[in-house]
Structure formats: C-alpha cells, structure tokens
C-alpha cells in the first residue's frame, strides 16, 4: 500500500535551476528514510494554497498567509547540507491529496507518483502508481513554514505579468488581458455656459 514515513522532522521545498528552467522539489526526512518528490511549479503553489486554506479554516482565522512583508523578499531557502544525497525514496509527483488529523493535529500528505514506461517504438505510457504511494505527517507550523517556504520558491524565479501571470523573459510580451480589445471610456468636462 506504499510508504508512510510518519510525522517527520524535517519537510520542505526548493527549486534547482536557472529561472526559466528549474525543477520544484519537496524534500522530507524522518529518522529512518528521506525523500524527494519533484513536481511542476503549479502543483507546488497549489500545495501552497491548501496548506493556507486548511491552516485558516483549523485556526478559525488565526494564521493567515502573509501576503506582503516589510523589509523585502525572504531569502531563498534550500535543502539542508546534511541531508541525504541519495534518498531512500525519489518519485515524480502526479497527485496529491492534503489532509488533517484533529486528534493527533497533524498534517498528512499523500503522494501518488508518476511511472513512465518506455518501450521502443510505442509512445510513452504515463500512469499513476498507487502501490508507490508516499505519506508524511507533520504539525501544523511545519505546514506554516512550508507554506512560507514555497511562496519564497515560487516567486525567486522569473517575473511574472502581474494580469496574466504569464513569465516574463524581458523581451515583448503580449498578455491575453491586454490585447487591445477593451472598451475605452473617455470622460469630458461639461462646458460652462458662462463663459
């Protein structure tokens, strides 16, 4: 039925690359194993929102996501220097289902990987390998911090178009929300008759 490394002490995400070419990342450790499950950026910032919307509703509104911060953009964060070069378990993310357990107030992440199977001259079979499934338990701030976290890894990479959301490589852009085709609105000042 898969992998349940439990709650463990160490959860995080980071991004390795160039900008316009990173692959995303969460890392997890326990005692006994580590993992890494690599995933697209969209599905990292999805993971993102979960964990804000879950930490809202469990607090009552008590943690919220800090939108903005005084003092600049928080510092890019990375996988910690002692942590395992080969992990026990790698895996490609193609689901991920975030739960909570008020008993033990724990987060579960569940992991569903991706297996590509390639036979030549057949194109490439993708599907989703419940048997390989991975879980993680961890507290409620390590779901703070991870939240954090991916915002932080998510925005360090290339701007982005602030209508469309669409990266900005520094050359032209045309964004879909500004195409040209808005109605413009032209007030005038009514002339005094006085005059």
């Keep these: 039925m898969g992998i349940d490394l439990g709650r463990v002490s160490i959860i995080g995400a980071d991004a390795v690359g160039q900008p316009g070419q990173r692959r995303f990342r969460i890392f997890a450790r326990n005692r006994e ?13 999805g993971l993102a929102e979960a964990l804000d919307r879950s930490l809202a509703l469990i607090t009552e509104g008590q943690i919220l996501r800090t939108e903005a911060r ?28 975030l739960s909570f357990d008020e008993q033990d107030s724990l987060f579960a992440l569940l992991i569903t990987p991706l297996n590509i199977s390639l036979e030549s001259g057949r194109e490439p079979e993708v599907t989703m390998s419940e048997e390989d499934q991975i879980q993680v338990g961890f507290t409620q ?10 915002q932080a890894v998510v925005t360090s990479g290339r701007p982005v178009c602030p209508l469309c959301h669409t990266p900005l490589d520094g050359g032209p852009h045309a964004c879909v929300k500004q195409n040209g ?10 002339d005094d008759e006085g005059e």
């Design 70 to 97: 005084a003092g600049g953009i928080m510092a890019a964060v990375t996988m910690p220097a002692d942590f395992s070069r080969y992990p026990d378990y790698e895996v490609q993310v193609g689901q991920m289902r």
């Design 141 to 150: 701030q390590q779901a703070q911090d991870l939240s954090s976290t991916i």
């Design 181 to 190: 085709h808005r109605e413009i609105v032209q007030i005038e000042e009514p």
């Design 33 to 45: 194993a580590s993992t890494i499950m690599w995933l697209e950026k969209e599905q990292l910032s």
